[in-house]
């Protein structure tokens, strides 16, 4: 087996760091979710299902000076018993890679339907709530957080 030796041309090398650029300036745009990316990821989960406001609690920063550890509180208002309780709490970002954040899952054994998360946004976007309650019903709650980089506004 003979093995050739390559030397770039100076048009390859020009090809290979023009491309390398184009994917630099356009890979963030493509892998960040949209709040299509979520409605279809609802839609998935629940359908046409009609949601309401109201009973979950969303605590959030409206202006995260760090993307990288924003903190997250949910507490959804039920009474957690073996009738009526808070089966699971979805969460989405529309502006991360990913449109869903995190799922918890309760049961009436839980004894409150509350999770805390530090999660990870990319740029300033909505974060969306949605408890999927014992008897069907879906409750939703949404924050917009303003994901600051080195303290200014963006």
């Known amino acids: ?4 030796s390559w030397t770039p041309s ?5 090809g290979f760091g023009l491309t390398a650029l184009l994917a630099a300036a356009l890979a963030p745009r493509l892998v960040l979710a949209t709040e299509e990316a979520v409605a279809a990821e609802l839609k998935k989960l ?7 406001d109201g009973k979950i609690k969303l605590d959030l920063p409206e202006i995260a000076e760090n993307g990288l550890v924003v903190p997250l509180n949910i507490d959804v208002e039920s009474p957690m ?9 979805h969460v989405f ?23 805390s998360v530090r999660m990870r946004l990319a740029q300033t ?11 069907g019903a879906l409750y939703s709650a949404k924050a917009q957080v303003k994901v600051t980089i080195g303290g200014c506004g963006g």
């Open 1 to 4: 087996m003979q093995l050739r």
């Open 10 to 14: 100076r048009r390859d090398t020009l």
């Open 46 to 52: 629940y359908g046409d299902k009609p949601m309401a």
């Open 81 to 89: 018993t073996e009738a009526d309780y808070v089966k699971a709490v």
């Open 93 to 115: 970002a529309d502006g991360n890679p990913l449109p869903q954040v995190v799922t918890y899952r309760f049961t009436p054994q839980s004894g409150k339907a509350a999770a």
């Open 125 to 135: 976007q909505n974060v969306l709530a949605v408890a999927e309650m014992s008897n």
